[in-house]
């Protein structure tokens, strides 16, 4: 999406933009911030791994020290030898909700010993009922799901699993694994609210990056679009430069973000991190609105973030009583995106003269324009 003013100030604002945002916001202290105060499950499925214990043990101290607990569930007792200070508990020891709590109080990660249960994959859904984790992690060596054509699946809802499981699982790479996406399935039936899957190597990247390594189930949908509010603030500077470091946003002044973020909305995936955001402002005319700094993480592309963004902001635009909304780009790609979704492409003068006042000649000359009625 396009940037207004002249592009040599513009960028040199957005440079001192990130330079700023980096000093104050990161991917990996931003799900610090989301993991803080809370408990998560880690199943351990199989026998002791080394390799497995030594790629966790970093991961149980930057838990610890954002201040988050996990409760570590083993099929096999040896393999919590390394990783908790005391004795694991049995999986049926009672009350398990307060000897699971005193123990976290002390230590911040405790070890349930879950070898004597019939299944494993029920043993942990059991139990992060009963104690009310908000996910599990399951660690696996194939990582997480594929497609039937190979490609990693980032996020699936229970409905999208159980169609990709549909006929044996032909919708997937592999159907060796299908047992182990049954048992996801049965855990979100069940009202476990997410399920993550990855590597054991994987699993610093998967809590802590936008990238992720593996794959997150959710019961529900797991994407919303709501307004930015405060708190979204340095995630949303960070997904601008991001998108004008990668050349699908134009560079803007800092006063011009500032202006969009006012009016900017996001798309939140677990109902806090930050997918994809866009703006929504006023096309100078008194009767249309611009979309604008439409960008989408890498991770979430194909995953319907665009297309939900570009709603919210044409259901924006009805309410407001706007007859159209436009929208301007370099990026055929992003063209071609818009045109898919009710948009035609038109000439420059088919919009507000007012986008064009102080606008870049040599920009302007490559720029296209797309603008949907509300009609």
């Known amino acids: 999406m396009e940037g207004e003013g002249p592009r040599t100030r513009a960028q040199g604002a957005v440079e001192a933009q ?10 990996r202290e931003f799900y610090r911030r989301e993991f803080r105060g809370r408990t998560l ?12 214990g030594r790629a966790l043990e970093p991961v149980l101290a930057e838990l610890r020290d954002a201040g988050a607990r996990a409760v570590l569930i083993a099929e096999s007792p040896r393999a919590l030898a390394e990783l908790v200070p005391d004795d694991p508990l049995s999986s049926g020891t009672e009350p398990l909700l307060g000897s699971v709590g005193r123990r976290l109080r002390e230590a911040a990660v405790v070890g349930i010993d879950a070898s004597a249960a019939a299944d494993f994959a029920v043993a942990c859904q059991t139990l992060a009922l009963r104690l009310g984790l908000f996910k599990i992690v399951w660690l696996d060596p194939a990582g997480g799901l594929r497609a039937a054509g190979d490609e990693r699946l980032s996020f699936v809802h229970q409905a999208e ?12 790479a ?32 998967e809590l802590f990056t936008y990238a992720g390594s593996g ?29 004008v470091s990668e050349g699908y946003l134009a560079p803007r002044s800092e006063d011009s973000v500032e202006a969009v973020l006012a009016s900017g909305f996001g798309a939140f995936v677990e109902g806090s991190h930050l997918a994809g955001l ?18 989408t993480l890498t991770r979430f592309l194909g995953e319907g973030v665009g297309v939900s963004l570009v709603g919210f902001a044409v259901e924006r635009a009805r309410a407001l009583g706007y007859a159209y909304v436009y929208a301007c780009t370099t990026s055929n790609r992003v063209g071609a995106f818009f ?7 038109v000439s420059p003068d088919a919009i507000p003269v007012e986008k064009w006042h102080g606008y870049d000649p040599a920009r302007r000359s490559r720029v296209r324009c797309f603008r949907r009625d509300m009609a």
């Not at 499950?41 to 497995?52: K, S």
């Not at 592999?174 to 590597?199: D, Q, T």
């Open 339 to 345: 045109e898919r979704n009710g948009f035609t492409a």
């Open 174 to 205: 592999s159907r060796e694994r299908v047992p182990l996406w049954l048992g996801i399935e049965r855990m979100l039936e069940a009202g476990v609210p997410a399920v993550n899957v990855c590597s054991a190597e994987g699993l610093d990247a």
């Open 215 to 243: 794959t997150l189930f959710t019961r529900e949908r797991y994407m919303d679009v709501r307004a930015l509010g405060v708190d979204d603030y340095d995630a949303a500077c960070d997904l601008v430069s991001r998108g």
């Open 41 to 52: 499950a880690v199943a351990l499925p199989g026998e002791e791994d080394d390799a497995r």
């Open 278 to 295: 866009g703006a929504l402002l006023p096309g100078g005319d008194g009767r249309s609105g611009e979309i604008a700094s439409l960008y």
């Open 18 to 27: 990130r330079a700023g945002a980096g000093a104050v916001f990161s991917e």
């Open 161 to 172: 699993l159980h169609q990709l499981l549909a006929g044996e699982g032909a919708g997937l």
